[in-house]
């Protein structure tokens, strides 16, 4: 019987915070109705994060580990693991749990209403940060999000394409996904516009969100990122996300 849930986590030298994430997300479920699955993806850490996660397997049996074998970005990671998963539902969430794991009702209740993917905002009225970014990452934000909205049009409207929590329906996930090209930051809104593209409804939701001093984003990742989003536009433009 295929699992109701699979939960991707992308890990990247995650050694200090990766067994009290996987914990977390086993109580946060385990304790539902639900069936679910944990799909830890190591991103080639050069730390003891595959290790940890291969000793937690002997302890949660319903914890699969992958590995890409070398560094190749969160955006092919969250791929590996979504391509992998079996789950009627996937929802990918960053090791960090910026968004706490309750905030998950919010984004299923908008699947229940027919959306296909459901995605967590910190730029909405309703949504509330209980630890800020500095200034500058905000700042950038918006501008990054303008960006977005000129460069791809399919995008308009959606305020914030990069919080790390999403939720999909488990089959349009596994049609959006092998269409992704970028594989490291960008991944987020090219994603997005690929559902767009082919029709699939998508909902912008309010959620909790705390800032976290261990981000792994890093200032010259933002010029990076803004190259992939004009990659989105040619790839676009050559046909590349057609089925």
């Given at each position: 019987m295929e699992p109701d849930l699979s939960v991707i986590i992308p890990a990247y030298n995650e050694e200090p915070s990766i067994q009290h994430c996987i914990?977390?997300?086993?109580?946060?479920?385990?304790?539902s109705e639900w069936t679910f699955e944990i799909i830890a993806v190591d991103d080639g850490s050069t730390d003891k994060t595959l290790n940890t996660l291969r000793t937690l397997t002997q302890s949660l049996p319903n914890l699969r580990v992958l590995t890409n074998g070398r560094n190749r970005g969160k955006g092919?990671?969250?791929?590996?693991?979504?391509?992998?998963?079996?789950g009627n539902y996937v929802l990918f969430t960053d090791v960090d749990l910026s968004t706490p794991l309750s905030e998950y009702r919010k984004l299923k209740a908008r699947l229940d209403e027919g959306y296909e993917i459901a995605f967590g905002s910190r730029a909405l009225a309703e949504s509330r940060l209980n630890i800020r970014?500095?200034?500058?990452?905000?700042w950038l934000g918006r501008l990054a999000n303008k960006a977005i909205q000129a460069v791809v049009p399919a995008l308009k409207g959606i305020r914030d394409t990069q919080c790390g929590f999403k939720l999909f329906n488990g089959d349009v996930a596994r049609k959006v996904f092998p269409l992704q090209r970028n594989e490291r930051w960008g991944f987020d809104?090219?994603?997005l516009h690929i559902a767009r593209k082919h029709g699939y409804k998508v909902a912008e939701v309010p959620v909790q969100w705390s800032h976290s001093g261990d981000s792994?984003?890093?200032?010259?990742?933002?010029?990076k990122t803004l190259m992939e989003l004009f990659k989105v536009r040619i790839n676009e433009s050559k046909g590349r996300y057609e089925n």
């Open positions: 914990e977390e997300v086993a109580g946060e479920f385990g304790g092919y990671t969250v791929r590996h693991g979504v391509v992998e998963s079996k970014q500095p200034w500058y990452r905000v809104f090219e994603i792994r984003i890093r200032m010259s990742d933002y010029p």
